[in-house]
DNA sequence: GTAAGATAATACATATTTCGTACAATAATA
DNA sequence: TATTATTGTACGAAATATGTATTATCTTAC
Protein backbone atom coordinates (compact mmCIF):
# COMPACT_ATOMS: atom_id res chain seq x y z
CA UNK A 1 0.00 0.00 0.00
CA UNK A 2 2.47 2.53 -1.14
CA UNK A 3 0.82 5.69 -1.85
CA UNK A 4 2.07 9.09 -1.58
CA UNK A 5 -0.05 10.21 1.37
CA UNK A 6 1.92 7.76 3.36
CA UNK A 7 4.37 10.43 3.92
CA UNK A 8 3.20 14.04 4.94
CA UNK A 9 5.58 16.36 5.39
CA UNK A 10 3.86 18.70 4.70
CA UNK A 11 4.87 20.51 0.97
CA UNK A 12 3.31 23.54 -0.47
CA UNK A 13 3.45 21.61 -4.23
CA UNK A 14 2.23 18.70 -3.48
CA UNK A 15 -0.51 19.97 -0.77
CA UNK A 16 -1.31 22.68 -3.80
CA UNK A 17 -1.88 19.49 -5.77
CA UNK A 18 -4.21 17.17 -3.67
CA UNK A 19 -6.00 20.16 -3.27
CA UNK A 20 -6.27 20.88 -6.35
CA UNK A 21 -7.35 17.03 -7.95
CA UNK A 22 -9.64 16.94 -4.80
CA UNK A 23 -11.69 20.12 -6.08
CA UNK A 24 -11.54 19.03 -10.27
CA UNK A 25 -12.18 14.84 -9.17
CA UNK A 26 -15.10 15.87 -6.94
CA UNK A 27 -16.38 18.18 -9.77
CA UNK A 28 -15.61 15.85 -12.55
CA UNK A 29 -14.65 12.65 -11.96
CA UNK A 30 -11.46 10.95 -12.28
CA UNK A 31 -11.25 10.15 -16.13
CA UNK A 32 -12.52 13.77 -17.29
CA UNK A 33 -9.84 15.79 -15.56
CA UNK A 34 -6.05 15.34 -17.16
CA UNK A 35 -2.82 15.93 -15.61
CA UNK A 36 -2.03 18.85 -17.71
CA UNK A 37 -5.36 20.40 -17.14
CA UNK A 38 -4.60 20.01 -12.96
CA UNK A 39 -1.50 20.91 -13.09
CA UNK A 40 -2.14 24.05 -15.06
CA UNK A 41 -4.85 24.73 -12.33
CA UNK A 42 -2.68 23.95 -9.68
CA UNK A 43 -0.11 26.23 -10.68
CA UNK A 44 2.56 23.51 -11.29
CA UNK A 45 4.76 22.04 -14.02
CA UNK A 46 3.97 18.70 -14.93
CA UNK A 47 7.48 17.63 -13.62
CA UNK A 48 6.34 18.25 -10.10
CA UNK A 49 3.22 16.66 -10.68
CA UNK A 50 5.27 13.35 -11.10
CA UNK A 51 7.96 14.08 -8.81
CA UNK A 52 5.30 13.59 -5.94
CA UNK A 53 2.52 11.68 -7.84
CA UNK A 54 3.65 7.92 -9.95
CA UNK A 55 0.48 9.13 -12.08
CA UNK A 56 -3.02 10.19 -12.00
CA UNK A 57 -3.97 7.65 -10.34
CA UNK A 58 -1.82 7.46 -7.58
CA UNK A 59 -3.12 10.81 -6.79
CA UNK A 60 -6.44 9.87 -6.65
CA UNK A 61 -5.97 7.03 -4.29
CA UNK A 62 -4.22 9.27 -1.96
CA UNK A 63 -7.02 11.24 -2.11
CA UNK A 64 -9.53 8.41 -1.32
CA UNK A 65 -7.23 7.30 1.39
CA UNK A 66 -7.01 10.92 2.95
CA UNK A 67 -11.01 11.22 2.53
CA UNK A 68 -11.43 7.43 3.96
CA UNK A 69 -9.20 8.14 7.03
CA UNK A 70 -10.90 12.08 7.57
CA UNK A 71 -14.15 10.68 7.88
CA UNK A 72 -13.23 7.69 9.89
CA UNK A 73 -11.63 10.40 12.53
CA UNK A 74 -14.80 13.26 12.04
CA UNK A 75 -17.02 10.11 12.65
CA UNK A 76 -14.91 8.48 16.08
CA UNK A 77 -14.50 12.33 17.22
CA UNK A 78 -18.58 12.19 17.51
CA UNK A 79 -18.99 9.17 18.60
CA UNK A 80 -16.43 9.60 21.63
CA UNK A 81 -17.42 12.81 22.17
CA UNK A 82 -19.54 14.00 25.50
CA UNK A 83 -22.57 14.75 23.77
CA UNK A 84 -25.97 13.61 23.84
CA UNK A 85 -27.27 10.39 21.87
CA UNK A 86 -29.19 12.29 19.51
CA UNK A 87 -26.99 15.37 19.38
CA UNK A 88 -24.59 12.40 17.96
CA UNK A 89 -26.86 11.25 15.55
CA UNK A 90 -27.44 14.90 14.04
CA UNK A 91 -24.06 15.26 14.10
CA UNK A 92 -23.62 12.37 11.94
CA UNK A 93 -26.31 13.14 9.82
CA UNK A 94 -24.38 16.99 8.63
CA UNK A 95 -21.47 15.55 8.59
CA UNK A 96 -22.92 12.94 6.09
CA UNK A 97 -24.59 15.29 4.50
CA UNK A 98 -21.26 17.48 3.82
CA UNK A 99 -19.41 14.42 2.52
CA UNK A 100 -21.78 13.66 0.06
CA UNK A 101 -22.35 16.66 -1.39
CA UNK A 102 -18.41 17.33 -1.66
CA UNK A 103 -17.74 13.48 -3.04
CA UNK A 104 -19.16 13.38 -6.69
CA UNK A 105 -21.01 9.61 -7.80
CA UNK A 106 -18.58 10.63 -10.60
CA UNK A 107 -15.65 10.07 -8.91
CA UNK A 108 -16.31 6.95 -6.73
CA UNK A 109 -17.50 5.64 -9.88
CA UNK A 110 -14.85 6.60 -11.99
CA UNK A 111 -12.84 5.50 -9.48
CA UNK A 112 -14.06 1.96 -8.26
CA UNK A 113 -14.03 0.77 -12.15
CA UNK A 114 -10.37 2.00 -12.22
CA UNK A 115 -8.44 1.62 -9.79
CA UNK A 116 -6.59 -1.38 -8.83
CA UNK A 117 -8.07 -4.47 -6.94
CA UNK A 118 -5.22 -3.54 -4.27
CA UNK A 119 -6.77 -0.11 -3.79
CA UNK A 120 -10.20 -1.40 -3.82
CA UNK A 121 -9.56 -4.11 -1.19
CA UNK A 122 -8.30 -0.94 0.64
CA UNK A 123 -11.36 1.00 0.27
CA UNK A 124 -13.30 -2.06 1.45
CA UNK A 125 -11.60 -2.32 4.60
CA UNK A 126 -11.91 1.12 5.26
CA UNK A 127 -15.76 1.01 4.65
CA UNK A 128 -16.53 -2.14 6.82
CA UNK A 129 -14.18 -0.73 9.16
CA UNK A 130 -16.66 1.69 9.66
CA UNK A 131 -19.52 -0.58 9.41
CA UNK A 132 -18.24 -2.40 12.43
CA UNK A 133 -17.73 1.02 14.62
CA UNK A 134 -21.08 1.93 13.58
CA UNK A 135 -21.93 -1.67 14.69
CA UNK A 136 -20.40 -1.47 18.11
CA UNK A 137 -21.58 2.64 18.58
CA UNK A 138 -25.04 1.01 18.19
CA UNK A 139 -25.10 -1.73 20.38
CA UNK A 140 -23.32 0.08 22.97
CA UNK A 141 -26.24 2.82 22.54
CA UNK A 142 -28.58 0.29 23.01
CA UNK A 143 -27.03 -1.04 26.22
CA UNK A 144 -26.69 2.19 27.47
CA UNK A 145 -30.47 2.64 27.24
CA UNK A 146 -30.19 5.47 23.95
CA UNK A 147 -31.74 3.46 22.06
CA UNK A 148 -34.60 0.76 21.90
CA UNK A 149 -33.24 -2.33 22.37
CA UNK A 150 -35.50 -4.40 19.57
CA UNK A 151 -34.46 -1.99 16.63
CA UNK A 152 -32.44 -3.52 13.41
CA UNK A 153 -29.11 -1.78 13.42
CA UNK A 154 -29.85 -2.44 9.57
CA UNK A 155 -32.91 -0.11 9.75
CA UNK A 156 -30.67 2.46 11.34
CA UNK A 157 -28.27 2.29 8.28
CA UNK A 158 -31.26 2.26 5.89
CA UNK A 159 -32.71 5.43 7.48
CA UNK A 160 -29.60 7.18 7.65
CA UNK A 161 -28.65 6.50 4.11
CA UNK A 162 -31.88 7.90 2.84
CA UNK A 163 -32.55 10.52 4.95
CA UNK A 164 -30.83 12.77 3.16
CA UNK A 165 -32.40 11.99 0.11
CA UNK A 166 -35.77 12.01 1.84
CA UNK A 167 -35.52 15.82 2.79
CA UNK A 168 -34.86 16.84 0.02
CA UNK A 169 -37.90 15.18 -1.72
CA UNK A 170 -39.85 17.49 -3.97
CA UNK A 171 -43.47 16.27 -3.13
CA UNK A 172 -42.41 16.16 0.61
CA UNK A 173 -41.30 20.18 0.46
CA UNK A 174 -44.17 21.13 -1.32
CA UNK A 175 -45.73 19.92 2.09
CA UNK A 176 -43.72 22.22 4.46
CA UNK A 177 -43.06 26.33 4.17
CA UNK A 178 -39.30 25.89 4.66
CA UNK A 179 -37.29 22.98 3.88
CA UNK A 180 -35.94 23.81 7.26
CA UNK A 181 -39.22 22.56 8.63
CA UNK A 182 -39.20 19.22 7.24
CA UNK A 183 -35.70 18.44 8.19
CA UNK A 184 -36.64 19.12 11.79
CA UNK A 185 -39.70 17.06 11.04
CA UNK A 186 -37.44 14.14 10.10
CA UNK A 187 -35.33 14.23 13.05
CA UNK A 188 -38.13 14.50 15.54
CA UNK A 189 -39.69 11.55 14.24
CA UNK A 190 -36.26 9.89 14.64
CA UNK A 191 -35.50 10.64 17.96
CA UNK A 192 -38.94 10.49 18.98
CA UNK A 193 -39.93 7.16 17.43
CA UNK A 194 -36.61 5.52 18.41
CA UNK A 195 -35.33 7.22 21.88
CA UNK A 196 -36.43 4.89 24.86
CA UNK A 197 -39.48 5.83 26.25
CA UNK A 198 -38.28 6.37 29.70
CA UNK A 199 -35.79 8.73 28.81
CA UNK A 200 -36.43 12.19 28.57
CA UNK B 1 -27.10 29.48 -39.79
CA UNK B 2 -28.07 25.99 -40.76
CA UNK B 3 -28.20 24.77 -37.21
CA UNK B 4 -30.50 21.25 -36.25
CA UNK B 5 -33.08 23.10 -34.55
CA UNK B 6 -34.42 24.88 -37.52
CA UNK B 7 -36.76 21.76 -38.34
CA UNK B 8 -38.59 20.71 -34.70
CA UNK B 9 -40.61 17.98 -36.32
CA UNK B 10 -40.86 15.97 -32.93
CA UNK B 11 -38.42 13.09 -33.20
CA UNK B 12 -38.09 10.74 -29.98
CA UNK B 13 -34.29 9.73 -30.72
CA UNK B 14 -33.75 13.82 -31.54
CA UNK B 15 -35.44 14.98 -28.81
CA UNK B 16 -33.68 12.15 -26.10
CA UNK B 17 -29.82 13.17 -27.81
CA UNK B 18 -31.25 16.90 -26.83
CA UNK B 19 -32.25 16.17 -23.70
CA UNK B 20 -29.33 13.81 -22.82
CA UNK B 21 -26.59 16.24 -24.26
CA UNK B 22 -28.48 19.04 -22.42
CA UNK B 23 -27.81 17.04 -18.89
CA UNK B 24 -24.12 16.33 -20.16
CA UNK B 25 -22.95 19.68 -21.26
CA UNK B 26 -24.83 21.27 -17.72
CA UNK B 27 -22.59 18.94 -16.03
CA UNK B 28 -19.11 18.64 -17.26
CA UNK B 29 -19.07 20.82 -19.94
CA UNK B 30 -18.63 20.40 -23.89
CA UNK B 31 -15.25 19.23 -23.80
CA UNK B 32 -15.45 16.86 -21.20
CA UNK B 33 -18.19 14.86 -22.83
CA UNK B 34 -17.35 12.70 -25.81
CA UNK B 35 -20.38 11.24 -28.76
CA UNK B 36 -19.87 7.92 -27.61
CA UNK B 37 -20.66 8.24 -23.90
CA UNK B 38 -23.23 11.03 -25.14
CA UNK B 39 -24.65 8.27 -27.18
CA UNK B 40 -24.36 5.56 -24.76
CA UNK B 41 -26.46 7.86 -22.09
CA UNK B 42 -28.86 8.80 -24.86
CA UNK B 43 -29.53 5.38 -25.28
CA UNK B 44 -28.62 5.95 -28.91
CA UNK B 45 -26.09 4.30 -31.75
CA UNK B 46 -23.91 6.47 -32.70
CA UNK B 47 -24.87 6.56 -36.79
CA UNK B 48 -28.05 8.26 -35.26
CA UNK B 49 -26.29 10.62 -33.52
CA UNK B 50 -24.70 11.31 -36.92
CA UNK B 51 -27.91 11.42 -38.65
CA UNK B 52 -29.49 13.98 -36.74
CA UNK B 53 -26.27 16.07 -36.29
CA UNK B 54 -23.33 17.30 -38.08
CA UNK B 55 -20.99 16.49 -34.83
CA UNK B 56 -20.83 17.70 -31.62
CA UNK B 57 -20.59 21.17 -32.04
CA UNK B 58 -23.59 20.74 -34.18
CA UNK B 59 -25.59 19.59 -30.86
CA UNK B 60 -24.06 22.44 -28.83
CA UNK B 61 -25.20 25.13 -31.09
CA UNK B 62 -28.46 23.80 -31.02
CA UNK B 63 -28.70 23.30 -27.33
CA UNK B 64 -27.33 26.98 -26.81
CA UNK B 65 -29.95 28.46 -29.42
CA UNK B 66 -32.94 26.52 -27.70
CA UNK B 67 -32.01 27.48 -24.49
CA UNK B 68 -31.40 31.40 -25.50
CA UNK B 69 -34.43 31.33 -27.75
CA UNK B 70 -36.71 29.56 -24.51
CA UNK B 71 -34.85 32.39 -22.25
CA UNK B 72 -36.08 35.32 -24.36
CA UNK B 73 -39.69 32.92 -24.78
CA UNK B 74 -39.67 33.66 -20.47
CA UNK B 75 -38.21 36.80 -20.20
CA UNK B 76 -41.17 37.48 -22.62
CA UNK B 77 -43.84 36.32 -21.18
CA UNK B 78 -42.93 37.40 -18.03
CA UNK B 79 -42.63 40.82 -18.96
CA UNK B 80 -45.52 41.29 -21.13
CA UNK B 81 -48.09 39.85 -18.33
CA UNK B 82 -50.37 41.42 -16.06
CA UNK B 83 -48.55 41.25 -12.56
CA UNK B 84 -47.66 43.77 -11.13
CA UNK B 85 -43.98 45.39 -11.85
CA UNK B 86 -42.54 44.23 -8.21
CA UNK B 87 -43.95 40.62 -8.95
CA UNK B 88 -42.80 40.54 -12.54
CA UNK B 89 -38.90 41.51 -11.28
CA UNK B 90 -39.51 39.06 -8.13
CA UNK B 91 -39.98 36.52 -11.26
CA UNK B 92 -37.27 37.72 -13.44
CA UNK B 93 -34.73 36.94 -10.57
CA UNK B 94 -36.29 33.33 -10.44
CA UNK B 95 -35.37 33.12 -13.76
CA UNK B 96 -32.38 33.87 -13.70
CA UNK B 97 -31.19 31.74 -10.83
CA UNK B 98 -33.24 28.76 -12.56
CA UNK B 99 -31.24 29.09 -15.23
CA UNK B 100 -27.95 30.12 -14.00
CA UNK B 101 -28.08 26.78 -11.65
CA UNK B 102 -28.79 25.12 -14.67
CA UNK B 103 -26.22 26.22 -17.54
CA UNK B 104 -22.85 25.23 -16.02
CA UNK B 105 -19.88 27.89 -16.32
CA UNK B 106 -18.09 24.74 -17.95
CA UNK B 107 -20.32 24.24 -21.11
CA UNK B 108 -20.33 28.07 -21.66
CA UNK B 109 -16.41 28.82 -21.21
CA UNK B 110 -15.88 25.52 -23.52
CA UNK B 111 -18.77 26.97 -26.01
CA UNK B 112 -17.32 30.13 -26.37
CA UNK B 113 -13.73 28.97 -26.66
CA UNK B 114 -14.49 26.41 -29.45
CA UNK B 115 -17.73 27.33 -31.33
CA UNK B 116 -16.80 29.17 -34.73
CA UNK B 117 -17.04 32.89 -35.02
CA UNK B 118 -20.72 33.00 -36.55
CA UNK B 119 -22.27 31.10 -33.62
CA UNK B 120 -20.50 32.90 -30.89
CA UNK B 121 -21.73 36.18 -33.39
CA UNK B 122 -25.48 34.96 -33.14
CA UNK B 123 -25.19 34.17 -29.41
CA UNK B 124 -24.07 37.49 -29.00
CA UNK B 125 -27.02 38.75 -30.61
CA UNK B 126 -29.46 37.46 -28.36
CA UNK B 127 -27.77 38.57 -25.56
CA UNK B 128 -27.71 41.95 -27.58
CA UNK B 129 -31.24 41.44 -27.89
CA UNK B 130 -31.96 40.63 -24.44
CA UNK B 131 -30.44 43.53 -23.08
CA UNK B 132 -32.45 45.89 -25.82
CA UNK B 133 -35.47 44.50 -24.56
CA UNK B 134 -34.45 44.87 -21.15
CA UNK B 135 -33.61 48.50 -21.87
CA UNK B 136 -37.30 49.13 -23.32
CA UNK B 137 -39.07 47.50 -20.84
CA UNK B 138 -37.15 49.27 -18.36
CA UNK B 139 -37.50 52.48 -20.10
CA UNK B 140 -41.61 51.80 -20.09
CA UNK B 141 -41.50 50.75 -16.46
CA UNK B 142 -40.26 54.50 -15.86
CA UNK B 143 -42.48 56.00 -18.02
CA UNK B 144 -45.64 54.45 -15.73
CA UNK B 145 -44.10 55.22 -12.90
CA UNK B 146 -43.21 52.13 -11.31
CA UNK B 147 -39.31 53.06 -11.20
CA UNK B 148 -38.05 55.84 -10.17
CA UNK B 149 -36.88 58.09 -13.25
CA UNK B 150 -33.05 59.28 -11.67
CA UNK B 151 -32.00 55.45 -11.55
CA UNK B 152 -29.43 54.53 -13.87
CA UNK B 153 -30.44 51.19 -15.92
CA UNK B 154 -26.89 49.69 -15.55
CA UNK B 155 -27.65 50.26 -11.73
CA UNK B 156 -30.75 48.02 -12.16
CA UNK B 157 -28.57 45.20 -14.57
CA UNK B 158 -25.98 45.17 -11.94
CA UNK B 159 -27.61 44.94 -9.19
CA UNK B 160 -29.80 41.74 -10.85
CA UNK B 161 -26.58 40.39 -11.56
CA UNK B 162 -25.14 40.33 -8.25
CA UNK B 163 -28.78 39.64 -6.41
CA UNK B 164 -28.12 35.82 -6.86
CA UNK B 165 -24.52 35.66 -5.27
CA UNK B 166 -25.08 38.46 -2.59
CA UNK B 167 -28.05 36.43 -0.65
CA UNK B 168 -25.43 33.37 -1.10
CA UNK B 169 -22.74 35.35 0.58
CA UNK B 170 -21.73 33.60 3.72
CA UNK B 171 -21.36 36.18 6.13
CA UNK B 172 -24.62 37.77 4.76
CA UNK B 173 -26.28 34.36 5.64
CA UNK B 174 -24.85 34.28 8.87
CA UNK B 175 -26.89 37.14 10.14
CA UNK B 176 -29.85 35.75 9.36
CA UNK B 177 -31.83 32.45 10.73
CA UNK B 178 -33.02 31.23 7.29
CA UNK B 179 -31.70 31.54 3.97
CA UNK B 180 -34.82 32.74 3.02
CA UNK B 181 -34.71 35.83 5.65
CA UNK B 182 -31.98 37.31 3.95
CA UNK B 183 -33.50 36.76 -0.03
CA UNK B 184 -37.06 39.00 1.73
CA UNK B 185 -33.95 41.57 2.88
CA UNK B 186 -32.70 41.85 -0.27
CA UNK B 187 -36.30 42.04 -2.19
CA UNK B 188 -38.15 44.56 -0.02
CA UNK B 189 -33.94 46.84 -0.25
CA UNK B 190 -34.78 46.10 -3.91
CA UNK B 191 -38.13 47.34 -3.80
CA UNK B 192 -39.00 49.80 -1.31
CA UNK B 193 -35.65 51.70 -2.14
CA UNK B 194 -36.68 51.49 -5.52
CA UNK B 195 -40.43 52.13 -6.10
CA UNK B 196 -41.84 56.24 -6.43
CA UNK B 197 -43.19 57.15 -3.61
CA UNK B 198 -46.22 57.78 -4.10
CA UNK B 199 -47.21 54.25 -5.51
CA UNK B 200 -48.58 52.00 -2.76
C1' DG C 1 -46.55 -11.62 -44.17
C1' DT C 2 -43.59 -8.26 -46.37
C1' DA C 3 -41.29 -4.33 -48.11
C1' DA C 4 -39.27 0.14 -46.71
C1' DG C 5 -37.28 2.94 -43.59
C1' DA C 6 -35.17 3.62 -39.19
C1' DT C 7 -31.97 2.15 -35.82
C1' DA C 8 -28.36 -0.68 -33.76
C1' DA C 9 -23.99 -3.13 -33.57
C1' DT C 10 -19.56 -3.62 -35.00
C1' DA C 11 -15.47 -2.59 -37.18
C1' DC C 12 -12.36 0.66 -38.91
C1' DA C 13 -9.08 4.47 -40.62
C1' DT C 14 -8.06 8.85 -39.17
C1' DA C 15 -7.40 12.63 -36.14
C1' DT C 16 -6.79 14.30 -31.70
C1' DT C 17 -5.64 14.05 -27.00
C1' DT C 18 -3.20 12.48 -23.18
C1' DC C 19 0.64 10.45 -21.01
C1' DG C 20 5.00 10.21 -19.16
C1' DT C 21 9.84 11.48 -19.88
C1' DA C 22 13.98 14.16 -21.32
C1' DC C 23 16.44 18.26 -21.25
C1' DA C 24 17.76 22.97 -20.91
C1' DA C 25 16.55 27.31 -18.60
C1' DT C 26 15.15 29.67 -14.55
C1' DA C 27 13.98 30.55 -9.61
C1' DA C 28 14.65 29.71 -4.84
C1' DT C 29 17.61 28.60 -1.03
C1' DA C 30 21.18 27.82 2.16
C1' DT D 1 28.12 30.35 -5.06
C1' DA D 2 26.65 25.67 -5.15
C1' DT D 3 22.61 23.13 -4.74
C1' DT D 4 18.13 21.96 -5.12
C1' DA D 5 13.45 22.69 -6.72
C1' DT D 6 10.67 24.12 -10.36
C1' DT D 7 9.37 25.53 -14.89
C1' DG D 8 8.74 25.43 -19.96
C1' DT D 9 9.07 23.10 -24.07
C1' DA D 10 9.37 19.37 -26.88
C1' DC D 11 8.47 14.79 -28.01
C1' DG D 12 7.34 9.75 -29.05
C1' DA D 13 4.21 6.38 -27.53
C1' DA D 14 -0.17 5.08 -26.02
C1' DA D 15 -4.82 5.87 -25.50
C1' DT D 16 -9.03 7.89 -26.85
C1' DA D 17 -12.33 10.18 -29.88
C1' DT D 18 -14.14 11.00 -34.32
C1' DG D 19 -16.76 10.15 -38.23
C1' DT D 20 -17.98 6.61 -41.79
C1' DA D 21 -19.07 2.12 -43.84
C1' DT D 22 -21.32 -2.18 -43.60
C1' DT D 23 -24.30 -5.51 -42.10
C1' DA D 24 -27.91 -7.03 -39.03
C1' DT D 25 -32.07 -6.08 -36.51
C1' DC D 26 -36.12 -3.82 -35.39
C1' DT D 27 -40.69 -1.07 -36.64
C1' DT D 28 -44.49 -0.28 -38.92
C1' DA D 29 -47.58 0.68 -42.55
C1' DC D 30 -49.64 -1.77 -46.05
Redesign the interface.
Known amino acids: MATSSDTDSSNPKRDQILKTGRELFWK??FR?VTVEELCREAGVSKMTFYKYFSDKMDLAKTIMNDFGEESIARYRAIMDSDLSYPEKVYRLLRLKKEQTEAMSDEFFRDYTSQADPEMLEHVQEMSAGVFQMFMDDFSKAQQEGDIRKDVKVEFILYFLNHMMEMVQDEKLLALYD?P?DLAMEFINFFFYGLIERDRK
Chains 1, 2 share one sequence.
Open positions: FGRTQ
